[in-house]
């Protein structure tokens, strides 16, 4: 319980910077990008289409993240004397990261909000930055940016269970739990005077 604990508070508490902080700014521009136009790249570089910036972008992002995110935990766990296993640091990285991915695609997340009724949420969500701009429906303080977080906070309890189980797994031979103690047993074993 205390591996879980510490892993997903700090997955939820170190999300902001690791999401925000961590992200390259063509990375954040780049990832929610679809389409088949070709993008010209340069002379000695092969040209993309968007789809494959946009990928590529959320690949990056959803990769520093996931760095950010293991790194903290596993230091944190350590300091507090928890030993975990790189296997199961990683195993949660991995859950962490692709779903941070998907989401940040947005096709997935605008999908789910479309299925659960929030999709006037979505459209009605947006922010006026600029006056003379077009509303931006994306960025910090619209429904969408909110969405995103929330589905980020539920996939770092998977990626936390995921972690702690791993690091159980590993450390107690395979073993996931000890049977209670029966209270009959208890008193019989208990040390004392005899009566």
């Known amino acids: 319980m205390g591996v879980f604990s510490v892993t997903a508070v700090v997955f939820a508490l170190l999300h902001p910077f690791c999401d925000l902080w961590l992200q390259r700014r063509e990375d954040s521009i780049d990832k929610e990008k679809h389409g088949q136009r070709i993008v010209p790249r340069g002379p000695n570089t092969k040209d993309l289409t968007v789809s494959q910036l946009g990928r590529r972008a959320a690949a990056r992002h959803a990769t520093t993240y996931a760095v950010g995110q293991v790194a903290a935990a596993a230091v944190v766990l350590r300091l507090l004397g928890y030993r975990v296993p790189v296997v199961a640091l990683l195993a949660g990285a991995v859950v962490n990261g692709t779903s941070h991915a998907v989401v940040d695609r947005r096709r997935f997340l605008i999908a789910l ?6 999709a006037d949420f979505l459209a009605e969500g947006v922010v006026l930055r600029k006056l ?4 931006d429906n994306s960025g910090p303080a619209t429904a969408l940016y909110e969405l995103d ?15 702690a189980r791993l690091a159980v797994r590993r450390t107690t031979g395979g ?9 009959s047993n208890i008193l019989r074993n208990r040390k004392g005077p005899q009566r």
């Open 149 to 163: 977080l929330a589905l980020h906070s539920l996939f770092a309890v998977p990626a936390a269970v995921l972690t």
């Open 175 to 183: 073993a996931t739990r000890r049977p209670a103690p029966r209270p």
């Open 132 to 135: 003379g701009q077009d509303p």
């Open 113 to 118: 909000a479309a299925q659960t009724g929030h």
